[in-house]
T-cell receptor, first 114, second 109 residues
């Protein structure tokens, strides 16, 4: 079956702009989690959606938001981009909330803010 | 504050060597500890450890959890160049993952 698909793969934006990233989970998976990965901070949890509802949230400012659609696809939005938002954004899908070994990661979106 | 620490952060070995990667954690509401391998972008799942002292094995890789010491180790024997990757340790606390910084392993031919 198809894996987790993230689009776009690469993105370059300027400071102050906003960006929307997309994640399509594995068919049948209803939970989508988002992570930010930077060399300095490692992999940090942003939020998790299940059945169109945000179930868990990490410690990120309100500029980071997300949503999930009825087909379980999820989008993540970052407004008023800052240079420090440059990172690899990964999403992971699983059958259930907080699914551990069933979590499959996408290839990520590499965001560069200039 | 919850934290996961990995050591070493970087390691260079030659093919055939055996390596041990360390992960220690301080988290509330611990549920399990997971190891992932990240080669290019997408981390891939290796092991999930929930109980202390029970070794999980997969080929040349093995891992064990020590809940008394709040730590885990990942062993790789007879390393190959294909083992070169970042190895991430993650702790599932409640329903959230807390990831460590990763250990960058480079295996030279």
């Amino acid at each position: 079956k198809a894996g987790v698909t993230q689009t776009p793969r690469y993105l370059i934006k300027t400071r102050g702009q906003q960006v929307t990233l997309s994640c399509s989970p594995i068919s049948g998976h209803r939970s989508v989690s988002w992570y930010q990965q930077t060399p300095g901070q490692g992999l940090q949890f942003l939020f998790e959606y299940f059945s169109e509802t945000q179930r868990n949230k990490g410690n990120f400012p309100g500029r980071f938001s997300g949503r999930q659609f009825s087909n379980s696809r999820s989008e993540m939005n970052v407004s008023t981009l800052e240079l420090g938002d440059s990172a690899l954004y990964l999403c992971a899908s699983s059958l259930v909330v907080g699914g551990a070994s069933e979590a499959f990661f996408g290839q990520g979106t590499r965001l560069t803010v200039v | 504050e919850d934290k996961v620490v990995q050591s070493p952060l970087s390691l260079v070995v030659h093919e055939g060597d055996t390596v041990t990667l360390n992960c220690s954690y301080e988290v509330t509401n611990f549920r399990s500890l997971l190891w992932y391998k990240q080669e290019k972008k997408a981390p891939t799942f290796l092991f999930m450890l929930t109980s202390s002292g029970i070794e999980k094995k997969s080929g040349r890789l093995s891992s064990i959890l020590d809940k008394k010491e709040l730590s885990s180790i990942l062993n790789i024997t007879a390393t190959q160049t294909g083992d070169s990757a970042i190895y991430l340790c993650a702790v599932l606390r409640g329903q959230n993952f807390v990831f460590g910084p990763g250990t960058r392993l480079s295996v030279l031919p």
